[in-house]
């Protein structure tokens, strides 16, 4: 009998094909069928009447199913980690094994089954079969939708990216926009504009939503859509013919809070004469010098201080990834997309805190090292607690790190500093981010800057 073509004949004449030979390897797609038919096979069996009357021999027939359900697992996990799965058989015992690097070092994940080292690595189990239902409603979509959100994603060599709290914000944003929509009860091959408006309309009829809430309920849906076609469900998406214009809108705040340098001013001056400074507030005195994200300074290493030149360079950033259904702040060594690493110079003030905060963390690899562990930089939550603290003290309104952001940008604008290098200094792909955060600022032009245009 030909082994690459039936796994077993036996009397009771159950002939299950599989396939392992290397030249003709299956896709998953294959591999999941060929699983489900040998489970459906083994189920069958199992609670047949000749599974009672057959002794060794049904277990022999059991086992040897079960062997070949366990090999098309492998070659399904190797298929989606484009790496070997190593087995290693102890007595009594057998582990899965597969080798990869995280953050640039080596390390194994192992476990007592394919599908234990699958969700290991993956974060949930092995999915046969597509997930979905040709009838699948717009909630079930967008739930096969979070799901591959949260999932880590593995590259070619066995690199893990962890998904960012991008994923979290999807999921409260269709919580909050669509959930309880009567339209994620309908099959999703069944919905047209029309319907798409109609829900529109139940969503602003109170003019609840300013029109970047609305724009923000407008992409979570149109990605679902976009994901049903990636699972074949549909071929167009209803979603993109939907204008924001039509919607009834909240205005907008007129303002956002912002640094000024009244504010600035007032904070310098009471944290520069504490008796005795900390990491804590070095870091807001340099905070109030800069106009870069929280995530990047607060991401500088000693490498990136050049105290002859007064530059810092911002290479990389901190951000919030999902690891084991957790967010945990890690370095991404890496800045956002379509960003490029900058070298930038800094005031003589801030160069002076630098030097102060080398005294506290010189010997360490980050420049706002904290000091509960010494392993990564000062916390985002507890810097803006701290920062409200002191706002409290001095008399001003609560800040956070991004209103500083905010004002440096928007006291750029007002001096009549060249947009170019205000949006390279922030690090901004193109100048329309630079103007968002400036469209509050109602500055007007300066006597001098008027007199230069009218003489």
Known sequence: ??????????????VVPTNHNPKHPLNNDEICDRIIYLQRKKAEFLFSAEYDNLTSIADAV???????????KIQYLENELGKKVAIIKKQNKKLFRVAFTIDGKHSQIAATSVDRLYEKIFGHPIQLGTGYKPDST??????????SNHTPIVDNEGNIT???????????????YWEKDIIVTMPIKSIVVGDIIDAFKRLTASRRYTARQISQAKSVLKQTFDHAIWLKLIETNPVVAMPNTSCPKRAASSTKKATNAETREKLENYLSHLPKQTVYTLAIRFWLNIMQRSGEWRALTWEDVNFEKGTIIVRHSLTHREIDGKLVTIDDEHLKADEVIREIEITEKAISILKELYLFNGQKHYVFNSSRDGKLPIAANRL????????????IEPLSTHCQRRGAI?????????EDQIRATAGHSDSTMTRYYNRNNNSTLSKELQTKIFG
Do not use: H
């Open 162 to 176: 962890y998904p960012t709290s991008t994923a979290l914000r999807k999921d409260q944003a269709w919580r909050k």
């Open 384 to 395: 803006n607690e701290k920062i409200k603290e002191y706002c409290k003290i001095v008399g």
């Open 410 to 418: 928007q006291d750029a604008y007002t001096a009549g500093m060249p």
């Open 62 to 72: 059991v086992r040897e199913l079960e062997d070949k359900i366990e090999k098309l």
């Open 1 to 14: 009998m030909n082994q690459d073509n039936k796994i077993f004949s036996t009397s009771l004449t159950m």
């Open 138 to 147: 717009l909630q079930e979509v967008y739930d096969l939708y979070s799901k």
